[in-house]
């Protein structure tokens, strides 16, 4: 008989449903790998999640250290898993890394790391697809500047220095933002 697939495996599920007898472990225990390897295969997770063991605080990532070591920090860990790509690139590790290097294209630690690299995407920079000109803020800010001398000298000082760094900051982008 072929490998189960995840529709034979729902149907052998709802079947055993309909007629609501108990299912033995071993039973559930294989429906349970049919999902596992038919779902998400030999895939790395995309992030671990971590929290305090028998807190219902909400999921933080977690570090390299509490995915290896998290009885000793009492935590509990979870795996985040997206459907495996098409597509598989071999990680490149550095000559002589002897299991300790990291992966030339995506970073992650040799004993970490699943069977596929996943290089990470080039960061964008944001400000190109700002909807607005960031200067149009100056007029504002330099006319903010000018209303200071009407309040108590406490409040004038923090709002100078605030506005007058905000305006340096928006002159000191534009100038290296030119092309």
């Not at 309909?18 to 997770?45: H, I, N, T």
């Not at 898993?81 to 294209?105: E, F, I, M, T």
């Not at 596929?116 to 330099?142: A, K, N, Q, V, Y």
């Amino acid at each position: 008989m072929a490998d189960p697939t995840v529709a034979s495996t729902v149907r052998a599920m709802r079947r055993a449903g309909a007629a609501g007898e108990p299912v033995p472990a071993e039973v559930a225990a294989a429906w349970a790998k049919v999902f596992m390897e038919q779902l998400y295969g030999m895939q790395k997770p995309v992030r671990y999640e971590c929290r305090r063991r028998g807190s219902n605080d909400p999921w933080e990532e977690a570090e390299p250290g509490d995915v290896t070591h998290p009885r000793r920090r009492g935590l509990v860990i979870r795996a985040l898993y997206l459907h495996p790509p098409v597509a598989k690139q071999q990680h490149r590790w550095p000559p002589g890394s002897n299991g300790q290097g990291h992966c030339l294209d995506c970073g992650e630690t040799e004993w970490l790391a699943g069977p596929d690299c996943r290089p990470h995407p080039p960061l964008r920079d944001h400000r190109s697809s700002m909807p607005f000109r960031i200067t149009w803020m100056l007029e504002p800010l330099e006319k903010l500047q000018y209303l200071t001398k009407h309040m108590n000298p406490m409040d004038r000082a923090k709002w100078r220095n605030e506005t007058t760094y905000l305006i340096d900051r928006i002159r000191d982008h534009e100038k290296g933002s030119q092309p």
